[in-house]
């Protein structure tokens, strides 16, 4: 029967070089002059470091063009709220989404049961299996969920017939 898993994954070593290259720019750029402005990627995480909100507002602006031209989707990325630093200084933690969490997944299957294709949906772990008798049906299913709105980047993956 045929059968595709609904993913939402990053590739970590592709925000490792954003971070990077948003490091290298921060240290170029002539308004960040003398300041501690950086990028830390934490485990799924990056922690933006500045010296003011503007600065933050700047190096935030800075990473999510270097995540995009890396090809991460902005999606993945949910920014937290800005704090106070030691030394009036500011910092902000951007958490890097994977894996579909049960909420998201829940609206998948709803998503898909309600559209009324001829394929069954269901939940394994951090990833939605989607099989039914024609691949039609599962390309219908994924051209779906590509215009549906959510809030999350999707991948589909393992394609079998």
């Given amino acids: 029967m045929p059968s595709f898993d609904v993913v939402s994954e990053l590739d970590f070593n592709e925000v490792t070089n954003a971070v990077d290259q948003a490091n290298r720019e921060v240290g170029t750029r002539y308004d960040f002059k003398g300041s501690s402005a950086r990028v ?5 995480a990056l922690l933006l470091h500045a010296d003011n909100e503007f600065q933050l507002e700047q190096l935030s602006t800075i990473v999510y063009q270097k995540l995009a031209r890396r090809g991460i989707d902005i999606r993945a990325v949910d920014p937290g709220k800005v704090e106070a630093a030691s030394g009036n200084k500011v910092r902000q933690l951007l958490t890097l989404k994977t894996g579909i ?3 998201l997944a829940k609206e998948i299957v709803r998503l898909v049961k309600d559209s009324k294709i001829k394929v069954q949906a269901a939940i ?10 024609k691949r039609d049906d599962l390309q219908e299913v994924i051209a779906l969920l590509r215009a549906a709105e959510l809030d999350q980047p999707l991948q589909f993956e393992n394609f079998r017939d």
Avoid: A, P
């Avoid at 394994?124 to 008798?133: D, F, L, N, P, T």
């Fill in 40 to 44: 830390e990627q934490q485990d799924k």
């Fill in 124 to 133: 394994q772990g951090e990833q939605v299996r989607i099989s039914g008798k």
């Fill in 101 to 103: 969490g049960k909420e």
